[in-house]
């Protein structure tokens, strides 16, 4: 697999150059970051669900998802690094991340085939080729259409897997727990913490 997808020369490439368009315009449609680390020195990777757009996405990579999954694998080769690093640094084995997802503003007009077939797509090549790199996710914000998508992607998902994920609603819930497991001082500020406030503008 790594061969066919030639991962030991794409992950000295940039991540615009795998995508074939600018980054900004990525996370214009799709908000993510890594921001810091929670308190067991696991890297934080945050992503925003109420901008997204999978046909935008695929329509600005031509048409396929083809240069999404080399930009997922540049992510997942550059998180490995980080587990490297975590670990020579701390002293301790640092070999998973955290996730927060949130879904603030999402509506069922996002939940597309070309959704669907995206999140299938990259949960195939987490699950089959970077198997239990996720320690914890924290999927916020949740809205009432959310129990409905979680049901179509939870089938996907290994059920180890899937018992690493909490689900919660907004902020009297969530940021207790944020700040509890990764620290206010990691936290950006829209998610109750320090850091100054992600935003995709």
């Known amino acids: 697999w790594r061969a066919h997808h030639k991962v030991s020369e794409l992950v000295h490439r940039r991540p615009e150059d795998l995508l074939g368009f600018p980054m900004e315009d990525l996370t214009k449609v799709f908000p ?3 921001y810091g680390f929670d308190k067991t020195g696991r890297p934080v990777v945050y992503k925003q669900y109420g901008k997204f757009d999978a046909t935008r996405v695929k329509n600005l990579a031509g048409g396929n998802f083809d240069n999404l999954i080399k930009y997922h694998i540049w992510e997942q ?3 490995a690094r980080m587990f490297r690093d975590q ?8 070999e998973t991340l955290t996730g927060v997802i949130d879904v603030k503003d999402m509506s069922m007009f996002q939940i597309t085939s070309d959704f669907l077939a995206m999140v299938k797509l990259l949960a195939e090549v987490d699950q089959k080729q970077y198997p239990e790199t996720m320690g914890r996710v924290f999927i916020i914000n949740v809205p009432s259409v959310f129990p409905l998508v979680w049901r179509g992607i939870k089938p996907w998902l290994d059920p180890i897997t899937a018992a690493k994920i909490v689900v919660m609603s907004g902020k009297r819930e969530y940021e ?3 700040a509890d497991f990764i620290g206010r001082e990691n936290l950006p500020a829209n998610y109750g913490g320090d850091l ?3 935003s995709p503008e």
């Open 32 to 34: 993510h970051w890594h």
């Open 77 to 79: 080769e550059s998180a």
């Open 87 to 94: 670990t020579a640094a701390r002293g301790e084995l640092v």
């Open 176 to 178: 207790p727990v944020l």
């Open 196 to 198: 100054p406030a992600l």
